[in-house]
């Protein structure tokens, strides 16, 4: 059993007793400091890989104030406000901190600035409005009545994820830190600067193996309001990528000019929620080229100094795109990202074109939850809960832990839990020799708009984060990091490519509306016609949520043929619904002892066929249904927010679908849903509680034949 | 106190001593017979009006069935169809009762037969398709993977209430019912002998004082499938009224063809759910025209004859419209029609042009009810709870039952009961004089794409049933019809014509996309304009479920400015959201003992306004929330299910948003929202229980102060 290896530990000046401790305890290899601390002295003689961060974009300081041209930009729309007289004045920063951000009047306004009448969709032409001071907008003649707002660009003046450290760690009071600006590398002194100062950098650091940028250029948008709360996030969005060079840029190479509508988006700030429009998608991938580009200058200036580059996938990664056509460009050796879940997991381990990655785990050794109130243990306990099970089907090659280590050190249990973790990860990654367990045959595709660019990466805003609008959704894909599924992100356009002649099962999931669901898309008859067949020639059709869903031609799911199921949109109350109740069935699991709870994300759905069987109800709205098309199979899931119990519905949803039921039967599985199986081709088998619960359950088809295994909370056994 | 009077009981041939107890015991003044049902002899010596059914458009089955060319017509479309193949055939009857309907193939089938591609939303060419049998449609080019429907004329050789009836009623095994067949008056020839038999039984039935018309010409659309089980019910749908003489008479009229298309609407069949066509709208003003002109030949007829004319409310009440333009030269005298709830009792109530209005009260004297396993009297009592609270405040002229009395007397708990019904109803009546009680001062409209013609008459499916996709709207109507304001029915073009000049407190209610909650129609600048500017002004604007609901320029709700919050459509789950909780508001009554229950029709709402006072949530989700806009206010409810407590909020909500809170507060009211009261001209005050609990509260503002009552169940009391 190896007791040493593939962990980063977070270390920190005034400690040494503590860091050589822990890094005994947890086996750490590798140590690393955090944002605000310094690498002690000692690494020198720690027998570690030693990482440094290094933040190319705002690293250097003393610089960037003296060159406050180069900060970054954002665009913003300003508060909807109605004219309730003929006049109508707009303070564009009401509600924004002005701490981090400030109008950008030093530019062309024609072109950089824009008032809209909400009430009509249009654009006012610039002679009817006026900048009245650096602030305040004057529309001329507004109409009674009208909403309007403004476009504005805007200077970022501290960096977000600075301005988030030093506002979550109350750094007001300390005079050794200051406000962060953020510096534009597509400024040509921005980017001279960028690349002497690395240069010099890692001549200075002979201790250093491995560059951690943090990260690159440009940051999410992450916008605090006047209250130095969080405004807005978007963990996807471009909106800070943006300057006027760049716009030119763009202008010059694509042939033709972004607006600031094209970023504003009504206010919805391109969501990849969204319809991806024509101009975002452009803007996506030439930030892309641009930013792979400059890093490869950077992470071919890190190899010439005979170090490793390593990404961290957070703050400034705008633009790297790890699932993007560029990426492999970029000269990357490394990605680390944190760990919120199964599917942030899989996103860091599925990352293609790196030597290695490294999972950051929860809870960072933040005051935020190392305090008296805290639960470090408990979140450290979910953490691994949820990420073990996307580990165990495509491991991560190195995990980690970052914040303060002084702080974590206070809490004996918690390190005591971590030094367990740490091991049960090397042990899972040695029994499997770093491969993944047996992939069970259905190939299963997830399609909405984004593809393989979203790889585990659908419904997220905030990385991570809980967001109750979406957790009918996201279940499907936290449910599938952890399945032994071959699973494929791809876009609408691939299914008219012919995607689904390497697919057994296509999933759709999401809200009406959205790129998830797909919208409009499903207008395309080609689009219908080619999912028609799929499943009439024997594939499986899973829909999840408001699957397939634009309202025409007397339907709101455009395959409500496939799926025996509608959306009531209140216009067909009057025909009478006899639902098809069924009580067994096999994705209901052994005697229907599956404990689903299909949370719907909205309005009712109902049978529009006598065949289609209805599995379970909400009053009169379906839940769950299944119907066979053809020679192939369809299922309706309402909604599925994860669970042990919906996990498991998921994943017998996908051998039923694909007509593989028997595959499943004789494959090495527990009916139990907590506890889950992973074959190796070794013939090791691995099972694990995924649960907090005390479990006794029996192992089918083992070598032995069933099996009755007994396990505590988050228990796991080799067979 | 009045013992005899303004009540109609049903008789029947054989049970005449029963007959002369019970009208004793109900203090009957009226006698008539049902569907099924003769008058007895006895009638020629009760001293009662005596009610004959009449039914001028089924009513005479030896002529109907030499006439068999003369029956209603239907538009119908076909189930949706898949081609998996390139042919496709479709039976048009499949789901259909044969002995209901039957294809008209004996038309033009290129005017009157069509056939869509539902994929792509296209007419096929009629030489694209061929009808093989007289049931089967062959699609010659169908392409593999589109979804194809056929509309078809079809006759109706059943009429639909005898047909419900007969069913309900188990006629199967009675040698002496026939199926009855309709018949179409627009054809010269039926309305020759219609009007010559209508002759002849006013002359032969001079017992007779009230021709109770059961009831003209065109049913509402009622189908029923192979298991004999509804299939389709629309109160309001004008699907039974076409015919080809009718719609060639249209298109001479109008100047335009109907196609059937204009009726099938995508297999919505024009569900007043549905933003209401131009098509549509003409045809219903048409039959209108049409309808009310032939009815009044009947009226004069019965008039001459020295009888009133009484209509039903029901059955074959389509192109009526007891709101409709047309309405005062059909010259009845009365109408009456099913009271389900306090809605169905206003709409009764308020019907002009007529010189009195009679209710007939839940439940039918039918074996459905009036079994072993059923409940008459807590029918009796649900139905009289509901009821109460619209005849206090515009009370119906008569009470009366319907039904088979033979079934009725078996149950003597039920006739007691009636018994102190009836005479509670002529208290109320006498007490009041018929007068309506004193009315609050806020004027309220409700708006929506129908107006007028839908008053008291909105989110109906089936009359009065309920239907849980809509009673979060529902309660809206059913809290109204109770309380003491003057309510009217607007449409949104009476909104740009400036009638909102009249009202104090606009109401907008319904799902989005719904003619009720109106869709596009929230597109109309001048609309958004006109209802900011009443708002701005010291207007009311109450919102329920999803109001002024279109996605459009940065908004779902379309007066999200005026409301404070918005719904959420996935697309600005990045903006956070900070709640402004508020736990007292007027609203909410004395110490927000309010215990209201908002169910939220779908999906989540969000204060898009820092200053907006969020009441209720769930979750993450608003529930209740009220905003100051100008000098006027503005509330949204999430839904809004009939109960005692969410009938008081509204009832507060209206005062409040018409910023009449001083007016309530010192008005002779009760906070226990199970207690109503009103308050008559004469100085009388009538306060009753609209709940089954026992009560002890406080009425204040007497003319004696403060009072203390204590009332059960259903129980009153004048002050």
Known sequence: MTTKGRVTLPIEVGIDDQVRELMERLGADAVRNSDGTELPE??????????????????DQEWAVANPDTVTNLFLQSARKPALENELTIDVMEGYLTEQIEPDTNVDLDKYWEVHDRTTGTRLETEDWELVDGTNVRIKNAVKGHVYTVNFLARQIWDATQMYNYITNNWDDDPTRDKERPYNVVLPKVWKRV??????????HDEVDVVRFTTFFYHFTLV????????????????????VTALEQFAEEYGYRLTPEDF????????????????????????????????RELT???????????????????????????????????VVGSVGNAATCRLIADIPHVKYTEGRFLPYFFPDVFNEDGDPVGEANSSWLTARRAIVRSPLDRIGYGGYLSLAVQFPEFVDRIEEICQEFRDIYDAAEGKHPQVASPRVGIVNAWGKLRTWQTHMVAHALPYEQVEAYVGVIEALAGQGFDVQF?????????????????????????????GDVWLNPDLQVAVREFVANGGGMIGVGEPCAVSANGAFNQLSDVFGIDQEQSWSLSTDRYPNLVDEHFILGENGELDVKLKGGSRFWVPVSDDVSILKMNGTSVELASS????????????????????????RAIFWASSKEAEYENSVHCEDPRIEVATYDSGAVFVYNSSFDQVEATVRNTADGDKEIKLGPLGSVWL
Not at 42 to 59: D, I, M, N, Q
Not at 312 to 328: A, M
Not at 491 to 500: K, P, T, W
Request: charged share 25%; no cysteine; aromatic share 16%.
């Open 264 to 295: 504003i988006d009504e206010g919805y700030y391109n969501s990849y929620f969204r319809q991806p429009s024509k101009q975002f998608r452009d803007w996506i991938a030439f930030q892309h080229k641009f930013v792979t580009s400059r890093v």
């Open 628 to 651: 066979e098309y053809g020679k192939g199979r369809a299922i309706y899931i309402a909604g599925l927010p994860y669970s042990q119990d919906n996990n498991r519905l998921l994943e």
């Open 490 to 518: 791809i876009s609408f356009d691939e299914i008219l490519e012919g995607a689904l002649d390497n697919l057994d099962v296509l999933i759709n999931v999401g809200e009406a509306g959205t790129a998830f669901s797909g």
């Open 224 to 243: 605090f309001n006047t209250h130095r709360k969080e405004k807005f996030v978007d963990w996807f969005g471009y909106s800070a990528s943006v300057s």
């Open 42 to 59: 000692l690494v020198h003689e720690l027998s570690a890989k030693v990482y440094s961060t290094y933040f190319p974009a705002r690293g």
């Open 300 to 334: 071919d200036a890190v190899h010439e100094a005979g170090k490793e580059a390593m990404m961290f996938l957070g703050d400034n990664w705008i633009g790297v795109e790890p699932y993007g056509p560029h990426f492999k460009d970029a000269g990357l050796d490394a």
């Open 195 to 204: 690349t002497e100062q690395l240069g010099k950098w890692l001549d200075e």
